[in-house]
């Protein structure tokens, strides 16, 4: 791409961003067609209807195909391995845990609720003991009983990252600190199952022995990866082509960035299952190269919602605010969109030429492209969410990005730039996902700010299906000299642990399906990490999380863009949707039903 074209694009995209900003300040103010802004003629619920409310609740029918799109493909189906957030979400359609987030609009959406299990957890040993008690009449797709040991093989599929890279590793860390279980795939023992710190007496019962307490070990059980997995149904590498299901559907087909279909597991008894109402027959889900076209489908009816949950693009919003705002909500995520420094790739092993970056960029320019104030979000001072315990939100701005800094200060990145002994600027490459509009142009407004400081900045697009082994792999990064990487993260669960410990912590830096970019062993970080898990008031809690973030910041290895909200659609056809802060301000997926079976 040359840097005209480039130019020219990211011009195009930031005009486009500065229609949505004025068309959201209206709606907000109550302007605009009254029919789009209490519901409308074809039967949308009304702008923000669905905003942490549930929006048509009552007109949810059984039957009917319910029809998703994406730009992207989940970076895996499998379990154990999938780590973004609509596959977390989606997911529940053909996985169960033995607890999960509540089926409730916001806030509440956060809270955890008994899914396999007869209750949350019985709780003893100081906090070190967890035990469950299995549903009467859980079952496979074939009708086989869902034992305690199916769940407890799911959870050892964990240490096999060798095989099955990606994926939250945090009941690895809890359950093993010292790393002596080898995973299920090299295990001795005759039942592969040896994980001493998880015991089934019976097929029903499930005992969980941390050697260390964690107050947050409940909220990493409701995650997918602590799925049941059948042994005798482990494909091992290629299980997320074809999953076996424990929900309410199963996989009839799947073309890897093309199409997936799920039809309805006929052994799934709903009395078993107290989270999942199961109203459509049929999910299908449809992949595009261009988000564009995905927009264009959403608004023509072909496509109910977006899978990917990151919002509409800046020509599609354009269109939907001018046409059907009924039909769109604008949530606050607990996203944060930022660009991260990865220590390995020279000149970004010296802070100061990381300060330089921080420094030189337009910051209304990044959040203009992300969308502006409304679609976009607040311009990111920080890296901890508002959502997260022990923020304090734009309040916390090392780098003045919000107020004195936010058009850059060129004098102050050039003096970085000397002090990091790269007076002249240096060149270097920004990676960013090719099926993502808006952070391509992200990564161009990043770009032009740079060259006013001298630093050159090549952009590179690649496949945002291939991420866990494109910047995931810390090995691939600095042979293609990936000096900046655009990225963005949500909470997998509601903590400064569930939030920051993949994106910071040493240990969880990985050869495969790496979240920690920036590669940083700071002993002090994982120091309050550590301490972290033994404080369990709620205070001391939030202030090491405050603590946390200071010395994320302190080390300058990230450019925060926006704490992020999104221009989400919402297909006419829908009824009984809402957003959740337990899926990050996205639609819940698990029960949303059709107003008619057709």
Known sequence: MTTQRASGRRKQAMAAAAVVAALLTTAACGGGDSDDEGGSKNGAAGFDAANNKVAQADLAKKGGTLKFGGAQDADSWDTTRGYYGFMWNFSRYYSRQLVTNATEAGEAGAGVTPDLATATAKVSDDGKTYTYTLRDGVTWEDGKPITSKDVKYGIERVWAQDVLAGGPTYLKEVLDPKDEYKGPYKDD?????????????????????????????????????????????????????????????????????????????????????????AYPDKITVQFFSDANQLDQRLISGDIDLDINQTGMSPQGRTTALKEHKANLDNPVSGYIRYAVFPQSVAPFDKIECRKAVILGADHVSLQTARGGPVAGGDIGTNMLPPSVPGSEGQKYDPYKLATDNKKG????????????????????????????????????????????????????????????????????????????????????FPSVQGYGLPLWDSDYILESGNNNYALIEDKEIDGLFDKYVDTLDDAGKAQIATDINHKVMDGAYYLPFVFEKFVNWRSSRLANVYTSDGYSGMYDFVNIGLKSAK
């Open 409 to 492: 200060n060129e004098a102050e990145a050039k003096a970085a730039l000397k002090a990091c002994g790269q007076p002249n600027g240096f060149k270097t490459t920004i990676a960013v996902r090719n099926n993502k509009p808006v952070e391509v142009a992200t990564a161009q407004s990043l770009q032009a700010s740079l060259k006013k400081i001298g630093i050159t900045a090549e952009i590179d697009q690649y496949d945002g299906s291939q991420t866990a082994g494109i910047i995931g792999s810390p090995s691939n990064v600095k042979k293609k000299n990936y000096g900046i990487i655009i990225m963005g993260w949500g909470p997998d």
């Open 189 to 277: 023992s005759k039942d592969k199952l040896g994980l001493k710190a998880i015991e089934t007496p019976d097929d029903k019962t499930i005992v969980f022995k941390l050697p260390k307490a964690n107050s947050d070990f409940e909220e990493m059980l409701a995650l997918t990866s602590a799925s049941p997995v059948r042994q005798d149904k482990d494909t091992k590498s290629k299980y997320g082509l074809h999953p076996f299901s424990s929900g309410p559907y199963k996989f009839e087909s799947y073309n890897p960035g093309k199409d997936l279909t799920l039809v309805r597991n006929t052994e799934w008894d709903q009395k078993s299952d107290p989270v999942r109402k």
